[in-house]
């Protein structure tokens, strides 16, 4: 046996003073005692590599976190960061062209797989997300209407009236309430009915006039903000929304400049604006940021925004995070004059995605700080908590 040979070896070196017998067996037992610690030893050093590359080939973030996106589950989703609509190049399989990826702000992803996908060109199926992030409005392929779905208990509102896809337009804008009441959807092109504000608890609703993006709601319903930024920017404001329509109060302002629009600021009475200095030969020239009060379109404030990279070709603002800072998405694609047209066919149905990138910016010094990268095509492909803006 070779393990007799190597204490046999190992006693030849030794003075004969103790019995053979006894030394073999104690030679024996050290050297299994010194193998099962090898042994030990390695399989530690193997679990810890092991636990080292795991760590090191899952994604950032959360190591809960599912890689893969998962159907939306009946109930118990956490709180919406955002969320973003897929597009699929030619070609594709297993891809969901035209849904709603809804992204939790643990990192969790899930299909929205109740809303009507998009088909572009020529139908946009909205969503919007409640400020803090809990519930989501969207256009139910099922219901053939707007549903509103509370995230955590899976509780669904349907709206009173079925409004036919054909008239979602080829761009829509949904907004929702804070509570999750009301649902405002206007789009473009005007077609022949008008917008809605709905009221999802009395199952009532209200008329808005098209081309117009809902940016502000009071919490009872009765107080809108709406912006136009084509082919005029304008303002506009409507009271006493669920009263007979004399007692109507509405008052709109035409701006002697392009503006892209924020949501209504959380004093009630402003938007921000990012002065857009395009032309035709000289495209996306953006200018600098103001405050506007929405009643009178009088300017208060001018800004110099500081902090957003070189070569910022389109901004949209959106959600405001306090009474100082609102978002920005910005992008950095070639803009092309409106003479330079590629003739070129696409060689895919829908275009590449490109990168978006979301700040912080501070409305009173200018200065803007990182909070998010986002894929997606374009501004309208990706819905933030809170009113959309209008770019």
């Keep these: ?13 030794d003075s004969p003073r103790v019995d053979l017998a006894e030394r073999t067996i104690m030679l024996r037992e050290r050297r299994r005692r010194t193998t099962i610690s ?28 599912a890689t893969r996106p998962d159907e ?3 109930r118990g ?16 399989e297993n891809c969901r062209d035209g849904s709603w990826l809804l992204v939790t702000r643990a990192g969790r992803k899930y299909y929205l797989r109740q809303a009507l996908p998009s088909l ?10 409640s400020r803090d992030g809990r519930k989501i409005a969207y256009y139910s392929a099922e219901e053939n209407t ?58 009532r609703t209200r008329e808005l006039p098209n081309r117009w993006v809902p940016v502000g709601l009071s919490a009872d319903g009765g107080f809108i ?11 506009r404001t409507m009271s006493n929304l669920w009263t007979p329509s004399k007692s109507d109060h509405t008052t709109t302002v035409t701006l002697p400049q392009h503006y892209h629009f924020s949501p209504l ?29 929405t009643r009178t379109g009088k300017k208060r404030t001018t800004t110099v925004m500081r902090g957003l990279p070189p070569g910022v070709t389109g901004v949209s603002l959106r959600t405001w995070l306090n009474a100082d800072e609102v978002t920005v998405l910005t992008t950095t694609v070639r803009c092309r004059p409106a003479s330079d047209t590629p003739t070129d066919k696409p060689t895919q149905t829908n275009p590449p995605n490109r990168t978006i990138h979301a700040y912080a910016l501070n409305v009173r010094t200018g200065k803007t700080r990182k909070l998010a990268t986002h894929i997606t095509q374009d501004f309208s492909s990706i819905a933030l908590p809170g009113p959309p803006g209008a770019q």
């Design 1 to 13: 046996m070779t393990w007799l040979r190597d204490v046999l070896v190992d006693l030849a070196d």
């Design 38 to 65: 090898l042994v030990a030893a390695a399989m530690v050093v193997i679990t810890a590599l092991g636990a080292t590359l795991t760590v090191r080939l899952l994604p950032p973030g959360p190591q809960d976190v």
């Design 72 to 74: 939306l589950p009946a």
């Design 77 to 92: 989703v956490g709180p919406l960061s955002h969320a973003r609509k897929i597009f699929c190049p030619a070609g594709a």
């Design 120 to 129: 572009r060109p020529g139908r946009d199926s909205p969503l919007a997300i």
């Design 146 to 203: 707007f549903q509103v779905r509370d995230l955590a208990s899976g509780q669904t509102t349907t709206a009173p009236q079925e409004i036919p896809s054909k008239r979602l337009g080829s761009v829509s804008r949904l907004m929702l309430s804070d509570d999750g009441r009301f649902v405002a959807f206007s789009k473009v092109p005007d077609l022949k009915d008008p917008a809605l504000l709905i009221d999802m608890r009395e199952g």
């Design 225 to 235: 903000t709406l912006a136009e930024y084509s082919p005029k920017a304008r303002l």
């Design 265 to 293: 600021a959380p004093d009630g009475a402003t938007v921000a604006a990012i002065e857009n200095h395009s032309t035709a030969k000289r495209p996306c020239r953006i200018g600098d940021l103001v405050l506007l009060d």
